[in-house]
């Protein structure tokens, strides 16, 4: 579970859309389950965001080979 960098809560998914010049943009990212009370101040994070750091979290654990063999 991801949990918010300022207070520790949990992050919720959230996603909206918005319409310029007739062309619909999608967006997808995380919130802090206490901003959303008026608790945190945490800005909400991209979900791409999300991605790249957790992707740097695993490839930081030095996972043995065989142990990675195993899950794929």
Same mark, same amino acid.
């Given at each position: $579970? &991801?949990?918010?960098? +300022?207070?520790? !809560?949990?992050?919720?998914?959230?996603?909206?859309?918005?319409? +310029?010049?007739?062309? *619909?943009? +999608? !967006? #997808?990212? %995380? @919130?802090?389950? /206490?901003?959303?009370?008026?608790?945190?101040? #945490? /800005?909400? $994070? &991209? *979900? +791409?965001?999300? *991605?790249? #750091?957790? @992707?740097? %979290?695993?490839? !930081?654990?030095? @996972?043995?080979?065989?142990?990675?063999?195993?899950?794929?």
């Amino acid at each position: $579970m &991801a949990k918010c960098a +300022r207070c520790g !809560s949990p992050l919720s998914g959230k996603h909206g859309y918005s319409k +310029r010049a007739n062309k *619909e943009y +999608r !967006s #997808q990212g %995380y @919130i802090c389950n /206490r901003k959303v009370v008026g608790a945190c101040n #945490q /800005r909400s $994070m &991209a *979900e +791409r965001y999300i *991605e790249t #750091q957790f @992707i740097k %979290y695993l490839n !930081s654990l030095n @996972i043995p080979p065989h142990i990675v063999d195993d899950v794929t």
